[in-house]
């Protein structure tokens, strides 16, 4: 099987006759001090969220792990209050980075709000002399840009120049950043998402049935109504397959329209779940589908390839990186719920099928996105980062 060229970890130059491995150096550094701003302080169940558990997971076996400290801007809840997050966020980013400029400040961001409160926190670390990640997770960060007039984009381009360094989740982020912002190159990294690979694939759903799994927060831009759609069409209406759609957003609006279009008995709606009921959902399932509009890189796309399901998901964001029709999953046209219908079709009637994209998911997941190596990807990166010389 032929699979996607990713970019592997950050590398340090060494002497050329003796390469020096990711482990080596990162056995033989300093410790960093590193500010890790997420919205919601490691509260909120979404997927960077996630992403940033499973990296400060993975510097529990490291040789070197990070000092680090969870920053919260934005707080949970009501947007009221985020202000307030927001200049007590900016105030500790300011003591930590005038006290210590060799601190990092590793910024997680998205779009709209979020990109405006992340990016101050951003200049104002490289102005204090401190250094700064953004780690760009956002589906419509693109479209966010496009939407802006000329002088809000030059503002975005000039702080988002201001990062040492910033991590994009895999090729076309990276493109929409040379290419679209004005961002050098040399600034952009590609750290592709990472997921625990279990020991062993997925168990037998407990049905007996081809069990399809939707795992994500139910709007439009994740394809929950196209879903619904899809499985409503002729194409899925002799297909015997149970439907779970997890995930919180507007349960209630889905479970509605599920209802009006006569499948109330073959989609459960379970809302938002913790991570253990969502591992065994996981390891319970036979084929993960998410007909996303826009995309960063999801987690949930990694955790289904990790634990042997077959996906079904739409060529938008990072996704091409890792999914390749036909080998690692099936891609639809975003926004085609007949297409969708189709490939769904295929997946849960042909078991075949469903193993081989299965498989080949699997293997790519335990070879390319283990968490095992993730935490020292980013090591290795601070250290490029704290080699630079502050503006």
Partial sequence: MSVPTLAGPPTLAGPASSPVSVKDQVASNKQHRVLIVVAGGLRDPGGVTRCMEYLIGSWRGSARPPDYRIIDPRGVGSIARSPWYFLKALAAVGREAAADRSMIVHANMCEYGSTLRKLPIVCLARLLGAHAVIHLHGAEVKAMFDAWPAWLRWLFRQSVA????IVVLGNSWKEFLCSDVGIRPEQVVIIPNAVPVPAEPRRASPTGRCRVLFLGRLEER?????????????????????????????????????????????VRFTGWLDRPAVVELMATSDVLVLPSLNEGLPMAILEAMANGL????????????????????????????AALASALRRVVIDPELR??????????????????SYGDRFIVLYDEVSRKSPF
């Fill in 162 to 165: 201001r990062a040492d360094r």
């Fill in 222 to 266: 994740k394809g929950a109504g196209r879903l619904l759609a899809a499985l409503h069409s002729p194409t899925m209406a002799d297909v015997d397959c149970d439907v779970v759609m997890a995930g919180d957003g507007d349960v209630d609006f889905y479970r509605n329209m599920a209802e009006s279009l006569g499948l109330r008995d073959r």
């Fill in 310 to 337: 077959a996906v079904v998901t739409t060529p938008v964001g990072a996704i091409t990186d890792v999914i390749r029709e036909e080998e690692t999953g099936l891609l639809v046209p975003p926004g085609d719920a």
């Fill in 355 to 372: 193993c081989r994209l299965g498989q080949q998911a699997r293997s790519l997941a335990q070879t390319e996105f283990d968490i095992a």
